[in-house]
């Protein structure tokens, strides 16, 4: 059952960090020595078998938060402290609840928040990787879509 969860999560990844703007929000950012991999797509993207396994509930207005660190060179995600807001553009705030997923030693960190059709939302995230000094604040925004549950 875990290699099945981990194929899936590691395609899972990959399909987002490539993806057209459509289908998800997807970026990185440098802070020094280390690589901050971000994507935001919608929770009926994960299968309903997966996201059991990991507690993640999934609907049409309900987005998924992807965290990943590395170091600059690459490699596997490593621990970090991961914490952040999701905001509307009416400033109504919603913590971002991070839950750390450990897959064979990669490292990754998801966050579930709801939202409506059309919704703009400006994400402030700290990352503080295992071992580093201080945080690092990563900010995005992104138009959120409902999609039906599969």
């Known amino acids: 059952m875990m290699s099945n969860t981990r194929s899936f999560w590691i395609s899972l990844l990959l ?20 690589q901050v991999y971000y994507s935001v797509f ?24 992807n965290i990943s660190v590395t170091s600059a060179e690459g490699g596997l995600g490593q621990k970090a402290e991961v914490n952040g807001t999701a905001t509307n553009l009416m400033q109504q705030a919603q913590p971002l609840d991070f839950q750390e997923i450990n897959e064979g030693g990669t490292y990754y960190y998801i966050a579930p928040m709801r939202h409506t059709e059309e919704e703009v939302y400006n994400f402030r995230v700290n990352v503080k990787p295992e071992g580093a000094e201080r945080a690092f604040e990563l900010t995005f925004s992104q138009k959120m879509y409902t999609e039906p549950s599969h």
């Open 42 to 65: 919608n929770s009926t993207f994960v299968p309903a078998d997966i996201a059991a396994i990991h507690g993640l509930v999934r609907g049409e207005d309900r987005a998924l938060i």
């Open 15 to 34: 399909t987002f960090f490539l993806a057209s703007p459509a289908l998800a929000q997807s970026g990185s950012e440098r802070f020094g020595d280390y």
